[in-house]
């Protein structure tokens, strides 16, 4: 998996840092990676791939919300790059000029786009169409670094730019408002957020009620959108083409999709990705991996989730984005799955890596805080509601150490609450040593939490010591739940075995193939958290996601030869 720290790297550019293969928010703008110059001898091989046009003055190339735009090659002339900006027009983003591409994220996938590009004076350009550009992604290698990273810099760009993108407006304590952030951050899509003052005169006004809105860049207001409307209204939706049939379907996008999709398309076979909100899964929501091979000092499971990602795209992977799968069956030897909405997405064969939600606390009134003070990530973005202040974390886990090692930074002071005597069974000891050591946090072995108490948030917290029977009570705004998981495999009853948990059997008796991850209906396969027995690590849904991917050549291999015609 070291190709995820190094394939973005542009031709000879070593230079290129960081945040080329993330979309982290403190990256720095870098004008001369998000606008570099193709050399004579690129131009030359790019030029079998398009088609040279001359094309007057001031000509839209395309425009805001096109989709599958074609990459102009400026040979002579200028092409101005231009965002629309909050209150009506364009603002020029950049000029291209000789030996510059037009093209930002939209390139790689099947969104609108987000900007607009005209010709500023005659200009002879070379078009390389949609299909073309594919191609020669997968054919000229230093090219398509060069193309991936200026892609992913000039998104940084705009998403800095404070006078584009959509304005999300409501109150900073609203569920609502920071499940729609969340979700435009995850698939890095401009926006700004403007939070209400919280006082008496708004808390019982019909305001309240009308928030969170979403302003877009035309003026209408999507006032509390679900995050499948929002994403239709902005393009984010990629819908899938009715009439093919991929070779590969993964269902779910955190680590072990994301491996899959990754080799599966780097190996030649037609890859779609369905995922129902962003990419990353629940490893996506870790604030830091430390422990994750060939990455010394750590990443965010963000930062994983997106240079899996965009890595995916790179070689060519579909992706169908908040769109949950709803079903699959087996029409004319093909796998069929519906997904919400109506669509449909067909393939050769199925790679179940649907992952596993967040397991809840056992009490009555904890639904009514979700977001409100109950959350299940520690990301940056969360940490902004617990600065200097006391919080809990719950969880015997990586994912609850790792929280409370991040949130120990930021918060007054962390408790870390667990079940079990000690954390020395489910915890790796580097973490472990690490809250051990720290004056920041105080673990709670044996305890459980009692009762949540709040009005419009979380107040305060009770939690009882099983020993003791001691009862503490302490003005608590924010518990991070990290207790484990259950399969997200709703959509799967009826169709493969699943275990008494929801947990989907493969191999052994029970797979169709004599493959550990193979289930019991041909052609679809399991991997990472939502597979029975598997290992609950980043590190081996990453490998899961690989080697699935030879089964599945074995398969349709031996497809071909049953049905040569």
Not at 415 to 435: A, C, D, G, P
Request: aromatic residues 8%.
């Amino acid at each position: 998996m070291s190709e995820l720290g190094e394939e973005f790297t542009p031709g000879d550019q070593a230079t290129s840092p960081e945040p080329a293969s993330s979309f982290r928010p403190d990256a720095e703008f870098r004008s001369d990676l998000a606008f570099p110059v193709f050399s004579d001898e690129m131009l030359h091989r790019i030029a079998s791939y398009g088609r040279e046009e001359i094309v007057p003055k001031d000509t839209c190339l395309y425009t805001y919300g096109d989709r599958d735009t074609d990459m102009f090659v400026v040979l002579t002339g200028e092409i101005e790059s231009r965002l629309l900006v909050r209150g009506g027009g364009f603002k020029v983003f950049r000029s291209l000029r000789p030996g510059e591409f037009s093209g930002e994220l939209n390139l790689l996938n099947t969104q609108r786009t987000v900007a607009e590009a005209r010709t500023a004076s005659t200009s002879r350009l070379l078009r390389i169409s949609r299909m073309n550009l594919r191609t020669l992604m997968r054919h000229e290698g230093d090219v398509t670094n060069i193309i991936v990273s200026a892609c992913i810099w000039r998104r940084i760009g705009m998403i800095d730019d404070p006078s584009t993108g959509v304005v999300l407006r409501g109150f900073q304590d609203d569920p609502d408002l920071l499940c729609l952030r969340r979700f435009l951050v995850h698939n890095y899509y401009p926006h700004r957020v403007e939070e209400l003052p919280t006082n008496e005169e708004f808390e019982h006004s019909t305001a309240r009620t009308k928030m969170p809105e979403v302003v877009l860049l035309n003026g209408h207001v999507l006032v509390r959108p679900a995050i499948c409307d929002l994403a239709d209204h902005l393009g984010i939706t990629e819908i899938p083409e009715p009439h093919t049939i991929y070779d590969v379907a993964v269902v779910g996008a955190g680590p072990a999709g994301l491996a899959t999709a990754v080799y599966a398309a780097s190996e030649g076979l037609s890859t779609i990705v369905v995922e129902g909100n962003a990419p990353g899964g629940q490893a996506g929501t870790s604030s830091k991996i430390e422990n994750y091979l060939g990455f010394p000092t750590g990443l965010s499971g963000a930062q994983l989730a997106s240079r899996g990602h965009l890595q995916a795209l790179k070689f060519g992977v579909r992706f169908a984005i908040s769109r949950e799968v709803i079903s699959v069956e087996q029409v004319d030897g093909f796998h069929r799955l519906m997904l919400a909405g109506g669509a449909a997405v067909c393939a050769r064969s199925v790679v179940i890596a649907s992952g596993a939600r967040y397991r809840k606390l056992d009490i009555k009134n904890q639904q009514e805080f979700e977001n409100r003070g109950l959350y299940y990530a520690a990301t940056a973005m969360e940490s902004l509601l617990c600065r200097e202040r006391e919080i809990i974390v719950v969880g015997g886990g990586n994912s609850a150490g790792q929280a409370s090692v991040f949130l120990s930074s930021i918060a007054g002071h962390v408790h870390h609450i667990i079940r079990s005597s000690s954390l020395k069974s489910t915890m790796s000891q580097y973490l472990i040593s690490r809250i051990e050591r720290s004056p920041q946090i105080t673990v709670y072995p044996n305890t459980e939490i009692e009762r949540l108490e709040g009005e419009a948030a979380l107040d305060f917290v009770t939690w009882r010591d099983r020993k003791t029977a001691e009862i503490t009570r302490k003005p608590i705004s924010a518990v991070f739940v990290m207790i484990g998981a259950e399969p997200n495999s709703g959509w799967l009853y009826g169709t493969v075995k699943l275990d008494a948990k929801g947990f989907v059997l493969t191999g052994g008796r029970l797979g169709f193939e004599a493959t550990p991850y193979a289930t019991s209906v041909p052609g679809i396969y399991a991997v990472g958290d939502a597979r029975a027995e598997s290992v609950k690590r980043v590190a081996s849904a990453v490998g899961e996601g690989s080697v699935v991917v030879s089964n599945i050549h074995r398969y349709l291999a031996q497809r071909r030869r049953d049905s040569p015609g």
